[in-house]
């Protein structure tokens, strides 16, 4: 099982639609989450990291259910520009120190 | 602020030559990351800094590659000999540490072996 696992889309959706995405993760003992974009031929930018309280930022929600091992993307009123991929990123305490790992993306596709 | 630095951003070298790879990181940062990322295998850490240390480089592919951070503003990752296999984009980010912290990325290098 890999360690951190993403349905890779595409997720093709009409604009002002809503839209959620899944990420799963295998460590128990995971630490930190986060969700990054990338855009085609461009370098991940973070979006945002996910609090075990769930958090929000305008059109974008996250959510963590470690119960479950799970964090989730939530996305209202969609918009042409948020075509991308989205990057589920896990931080897992190793032999003393972090390993960032990131699940291989979620493609978006907001059509007009 | 400047963000993470890297050069060259595009860099096209014939099998068997060697390629340096540079990165300058957010001024603050004291975690340095480099990774690389093909569409067949996504993005994979290749090593990681913590203040200018190596600290964990077992994604390092063989021993072809290496990567330096002689102080906190500048890390290189040099490959030698190159090999068609190596084409990918290459990425440096930086953290203002090794636990909670966010990384960010730097615009990358497409890096092109013929």
């Known amino acids: 099982r890999k360690e951190v696992e993403q349905d890779p889309g595409p997720f093709n959706v009409p604009e002002g639609a809503t839209v959620a995405f899944n990420c799963t993760y295998s460590n128990s003992a995971s630490q930190s989450f986060f969700w990054y974009r990338q855009d085609c031929r461009k370098e991940p930018k973070l979006l945002m990291s996910?609090?075990?309280s769930g958090n929000e930022d305008g059109r974008f929600t996250a959510q963590l259910n470690r119960a479950s091992q799970y964090i989730s993307l939530l996305i209202r009123d969609s918009k042409l520009s948020d075509s991308a991929t989205y990057l589920c990123?896990?931080?897992?305490?190793?032999?003393?120190?972090?390993?960032?790992?990131f699940g291989t993306g979620t493609r978006l596709k907001v059509l007009a | 602020d400047a963000g993470v630095i890297q050069s060259p951003r595009h860099e096209v070298t014939e099998m068997g030559q060697e390629v340096t790879l540079r990165c300058k990181p957010i001024?603050?940062?004291?975690?340095l990351f480099w990774y690389r990322q093909t569409m067949m295998r996504g993005l994979e850490l290749l090593i990681y800094f913590n203040n200018n240390v190596p600290i964990d480089d077992s994604g390092m592919p063989e021993d072809r590659f290496s990567a330096k951070m002689p102080n906190a503003s500048f890390s290189t990752l040099k490959i030698q000999p190159s090999e068609p296999r190596d084409s990918a984009v290459y990425f440096c980010?930086?953290?203002?540490?090794?636990?909670?912290?966010?990384?960010?990325f730097g615009p990358g290098t497409r890096l092109t072996v013929t």
């Open positions: 996910v609090y075990s």
């Open positions: 001024s603050g940062h004291n975690s």
């Open positions: 980010a930086s953290s203002r540490g090794q636990g909670a912290s966010e990384q960010y």
């Open positions: 990123v896990v931080n897992n305490p190793t032999s003393g120190t972090y390993k960032y790992i």
